[in-house]
């Protein structure tokens, strides 16, 4: 599957953005999904995740409560929602796909495919 991340731009803290990610394939919801960032000098981590119908989400610590994953299965679309954006917030964001709708993707390691990053800057 081909995935095509957008969304990403500069705002300021306390601000809110809305990343896209649409894939390629018309079997999109046999695919986990998830989000994973990195700043620059950082390893990519973890954001968030998706069950292929979405009943299941997951998040990281640093993110709980602010941003919310969802997908539109109709769409092949996963979006991720961030709200109360700090300045750690701000790195390149990349959607990541497993093939298997009940993977939960955790780790760099559980990803199958890879789209290219969208850049997110939070200003002070």
């Known amino acids: 599957v081909q995935l095509q991340a957008s969304g990403g731009g500069l705002v300021q803290a306390g601000g809110s953005l809305r990343l896209s990610c649409a894939a390629s394939?018309?079997?999109?919801?046999?695919?986990?999904m998830g989000w994973f960032r990195q700043a620059p000098g950082k390893e990519r981590e973890f954001v968030a995740s998706s069950s292929g119908n979405g009943g299941a989400t997951y998040y990281s610590d640093s993110v709980k409560g602010r941003f919310t994953i969802s997908r539109d299965n109709a769409k092949y679309t996963m979006y991720l929602q961030m709200n109360s954006l700090k300045p750690e917030d701000t790195a390149d964001y990349f959607c990541?796909?497993?093939?298997?709708?009940?993977?939960?993707?955790?780790?760099?390691?559980?990803?199958?495919?890879w789209g290219q990053g969208t850049q997110v800057t939070v200003s002070s």
């Open positions: 394939s018309p079997t999109f919801s046999i695919y986990s």
């Open positions: 990541a796909a497993a093939s298997g709708a009940f993977r939960r993707l955790k780790t760099t390691s559980d990803v199958g495919f």
